[in-house]
């Protein structure tokens, strides 16, 4: 009897693990000869396994690690700038994961499948669940009012495949970037989550990120315990480089955060990570090379939860002091934001904007006068790239000493902060903490959130600032979520600084 209680107690332990490996890729991807003319799918085959032998090395690499799960990003597997013909040729047809199938062990249950019989075979063979992002084709005819003239919907993909191989979740990206032409978005936001004996998963896509569905239903409603995340992203200062907005978001949400971005710095595409909700366990950011990167850290399986912060509590009991008429306005990313330098080593300043009030008390280590950094407040809708109403208290390093620079994209300071405290009368419960170092670095462990919504230091800075903020979304103010009217689209291609940011 003894006996057999050991061997439930064995089998229990074997079936749930409290904390797992995570590995993430970022991939410099190899492009098409030709995006924008249609390729035959022998071509488009060849260049799909050059990158697939890419990741192959590192899916292998991180297995013999003892990685569980790897993430691959977005693109990964084709590139980008394809037009709806030329991304044709490189499209499978996936199916719903309820089928119940390992492509590796029957290849042609569903037609011409070599990608997903790659990445099965990839993840059967070295035992690790395998996220890779590829492109879905489904046929649909007259009687659905709401097929595309080509008699087909496209998809941009999430394919998920456990250590059997078995395709165990498929995800169509809900919201669609700005030159995405070549897909459609599905009809209702897809929430798509499976358990592993490491937690419970969820998977979205790029710019799905700064929206509501999928990715706080993900979180509030499906509670799971990781976000897995292939993307595209050029990097926009001083609020949305990948490291950074990623990071700020894991904690916010208090979950597991995966993020697996492209390496491509002639588009500012670089910045992964493997973010827990009180810190980065690890991160890359590389502008300077044209190399891919392996990134492994241990997680929580099981975050631990931690109470929910009022993000108001603090900052409405706190007297705003009045500053006169000193405050100026500056543009960060298309927004007009209300600033106020900070012209002492240390002290407390307010800064309000409509209904926003941003509270900062700080100490810097030195007052340089070749530097000026400022706080700053934005309560409102961003209609660039995206309609999303936000929230924004910004303590951050202007270009120059001018004023006019600040908010320009700045990645190099010489100011160390002794200690700051940042909070805002927040009008809502999301809201994504931010600490951003010169030369793009994290601050692991150097800063926390407190019950009552501050963002406050530890200890001294460990690198100059960049800028601290908090990055608040008020998802039930957006107008006509992620559309563009004629007057934006045409000031996005007149305006060369929206280079900046396509995230995709």
């Not at 998802?475 to 396509?502: F, G, M």
């Amino acid at each position: 009897m003894v006996h057999s209680n050991l061997c439930l107690i064995y089998a229990l332990g074997a079936s749930s693990l409290d904390t797992f490996i995570a590995a993430v890729y970022e991939h410099a991807v190899i492009l098409p000869n030709a995006t924008l003319v249609p390729v035959s799918p022998e071509e488009a085959l060849a260049v799909m396994n050059r990158n697939l032998d890419l990741l192959e090395g590192a899916v292998t690499s991180a297995s013999k690690q003892g990685a569980h799960i790897i993430v691959t990003p977005e693109d990964g597997i084709y590139g980008f700038n394809f037009t709806r013909e030329s991304i044709y040729p490189y499209l499978e047809d996936i199916p719903d994961p309820q089928v119940n199938w390992i492509p590796c062990n029957n290849p042609d249950r569903f037609g011409h499948t070599p990608v997903q019989q790659r990445l099965s075979c990839l993840a059967k063979d070295n035992s690790i669940y395998i996220v890779a992002n590829i492109g879905d084709k489904k046929s649909c005819n007259a009687s659905d009012p709401q097929c595309p003239p080509d008699g087909r919907y496209q998809y941009n993909t999430d394919v998920v495949f456990d250590t059997k191989g078995k395709l165990v979740a498929r995800y169509h990206k809900q919201n669609l970037f700005l030159n995405e032409d070549q897909f459609n978005a599905p009809k209702e936001p897809e929430v798509v989550t499976f358990n592993t004996t490491f937690g419970k998963f969820g998977i979205f896509t790029c710019f799905d990120i700064l929206f509501h569905d999928p990715a706080v239903t993900l979180v509030r409603d499906s509670r799971v315990d990781t976000i897995l995340f292939p993307t595209a992203w050029m990097n926009v200062l001083p609020h949305l480089s990948a490291i950074e907005f990623h990071s700020a978001w894991a904690m916010g949400m208090r979950v597991n955060f995966l993020a697996s971005n492209l390496h491509y710095p002639l588009k500012k595409m670089t910045g992964s990570g493997i973010y827990a909700p009180d810190s980065p366990r690890a991160f890359h950011y590389d502008m300077k090379t044209e190399e891919g990167k392996l990134l492994l850290a241990q997680l929580d399986s099981h975050p631990h939860p931690t109470p929910v912060v009022n993000w108001t509590s603090y900052a409405s009991g706190v007297e705003a002091h009045s500053v006169g008429n000193q405050e100026f306005t500056g543009i960060i990313f298309f927004d007009e934001f209300t600033f106020l330098e900070l012209k002492e080593i240390g002290g407390n300043y307010t800064v309000c904007q409509r209904d926003l009030c941003c509270h900062l008390s700080y100490k810097m280590s030195e007052k340089r006068s070749d530097e000026v950094y400022a706080l700053g407040a934005f309560d409102g809708l961003h209609t660039v790239e995206g309609s999303y109403y936000l929230q924004i208290c910004t303590l951050l390093k202007c270009k120059t000493t001018d004023l006019h620079t600040c908010g320009d994209s700045v990645e190099t300071a010489s100011t160390r902060f002794e200690m700051f405290s940042l909070s805002g009368t927040f009008g809502t419960q999301y809201v994504f903490p931010e600490v951003l170092l010169s030369e793009i670095q994290l601050a692991p462990g150097e800063f926390q959130v407190s019950n009552d919504g501050r963002l406050f230091s530890l200890k001294p800075t460990s690198g100059p600032v960049l800028t601290v903020t908090l990055f608040g979304r008020l998802y039930e103010k957006d107008s006509a979520p992620n559309t563009l009217s004629d007057l934006t689209t045409q000031a996005l291609r007149l305006n060369p600084k929206t280079d900046a940011w396509k995230s995709k």
